[in-house]
């Protein structure tokens, strides 16, 4: 699966869990909360106030894409 500011949180995290720690530093707590698994990385980052470019860049990173 490629990751992209359009990917859900959802898929992101049953395909690759090790980036829920990401998530954590952007204070999405609530991983498991059927809204947060439906929203796209791009809206959580909105929500949160993070920069969704630098998020997706470290899980980018970590995946090896």
């Not at 490629?2 to 992101?12: H, M």
């Not at 980052?45 to 969704?52: I, K, L, P, R, S």
Request: proline share 3%; charged share 20%; net charge negative.
């Amino acid at each position: 699966m490629e990751v992209t500011k359009n990917s859900f949180i959802g898929q992101i995290l049953e395909s690759y869990p090790e980036t829920a720690k990401y998530f954590f530093e952007i204070g999405m707590h609530c991983l498991g909360c059927p809204s947060a698994r439906s929203e796209t990385l791009e809206q959580a980052c909105m929500v949160h106030g993070a920069d969704a470019d630098a998020l997706l860049a470290k899980i980018k990173a970590e995946i090896g894409q």
